[in-house]
Antibody, heavy 119, light 107 residues
Framework: QVQLQQWGAGLLKPSETLSLTCAVY????????WTWIRQTPGKGLEWIGE???????NYNPSLKSRVTMSVDASNNHFSLKLKSVTAADTAVYFC?????????????WGQGTLVTVSS | DIQMTQSPSSVSASVGDRVTITCRAS??????LAWYQQKPGKAPKLLIY???HLQSGVPSRFSGSGSGTDFTLTVSNLQPEDFATYYC?????????FGQGTKVEIK
C-alpha cells in the first residue's frame, strides 16, 4: 500500500523559509510527478509545483520566484522549500503523487501539514 | 491560468438522493479532469480521473462525464459517508487549478 508521510516545521515567522519533506513508502519512485499542493480557507486548493525522479520541475508562476523542489530518489523522498514566507503562506500543505498517465490525477496524498506564519 | 468554476457551491440532499455537480473550465481541457472528495481534516481523495474513469476502490454510485469545458460529477443513491466537499481539477496545462468546491450537506 502506497503511503506518503510528510513532515516539517509548523510555525514560522515572516521572512523565514518553509521546509517540508515527504517520504514515499510502498511504491515505485519512478513514473510519477511528485507534487505539492496547499489549501487555505480563502483560496482553496492551490497547486505549488511538481518534480520527477530526475529532478525536472514545473512550478506555479505565482510562487516560482520563492519555490525550490528537490528529490532524493535513493531514499524515496522529495522536498519543498518556500522562502520569504508571509501570513499569506499560512496553509495546510500536502505532498501528492501524480502518475505520468493520461489526465495526471493526484492519486495518493500525504496527511497534510499545517504551516502557520506569524510574528 | 485555466479557471475552474463549480456549481452549486453547496447542496442539501438526503440519503438515497441523486446529486449532480458541474464544473466548467475557462478553456478546452479535453478530458484532463479529475474529481476529489474531501472530508474535514483529511486530504482529498481521488474519485474520478480522465473525466469519466472511476478510481479503483471507489463505489460505482460515483460517475463522471464531460469533455472540453463542461463536466459533471453524479452521485447516485447518496450514502451517509458521501456528505463531504467535492473538487474538480484540471491537468491539461500548468499551473494545475482546482474548482472552489461544492459542499454536499445533509438536508
Amino acid at each position: 500500500q502506497v503511503q506518503l508521510q510528510q513532515w516539517g516545521a509548523g510555525l514560522l515567522k515572516p521572512s523565514e523559509t518553509l521546509s517540508l519533506t515527504c517520504a514515499v513508502y510502498g511504491g515505485s519512485f519512478s513514473g510519477y510527478y511528485w507534487t505539492w499542493i496547499r489549501q487555505t480557507p480563502g483560496k482553496g486548493l492551490e497547486w505549488i509545483g511538481e518534480i520527477n525522479r530526475s529532478g525536472s520541475t514545473n512550478y506555479n508562476p505565482s510562487l516560482k520566484s520563492r519555490v525550490t523542489m528537490s528529490v532524493d530518489a535513493s531514499n524515496n523522498h522529495f522536498s519543498l522549500k518556500l522562502k520569504s514566507v508571509t501570513a499569506a503562506d499560512t496553509a495546510v500543505y500536502f505532498c501528492v503523487r501524480v502518475p505520468a498517465v493520461t489526465a495526471r490525477p493526484c492519486d495518493y496524498w500525504g496527511q497534510g501539514t499545517l504551516v502557520t506564519v506569524s510574528s | 491560468d485555466i479557471q475552474m468554476t463549480q456549481s452549486p457551491s453547496s447542496v442539501s440532499a438526503s440519503v438515497g438522493d441523486r446529486v449532480t455537480i458541474t464544473c466548467r473550465a475557462s478553456q478546452d481541457i479535453r478530458t484532463w479532469l479529475a474529481w476529489y472528495q474531501q472530508k474535514p481534516g483529511k486530504a482529498p481523495k481521488l474519485l474520478i480521473y480522465a473525466a469519466s474513469h472511476l478510481q479503483s476502490g471507489v463505489p460505482s454510485r460515483f460517475s463522471g462525464s464531460g469533455s472540453g469545458t463542461d463536466f459533471t460529477l453524479t452521485v447516485s443513491n447518496l450514502q451517509p459517508e458521501d456528505f463531504a466537499t467535492y473538487y474538480c481539477q484540471q491537468a491539461d496545462s500548468f499551473p494545475r487549478t482546482f474548482g472552489q468546491g461544492t459542499k454536499v450537506e445533509i438536508k
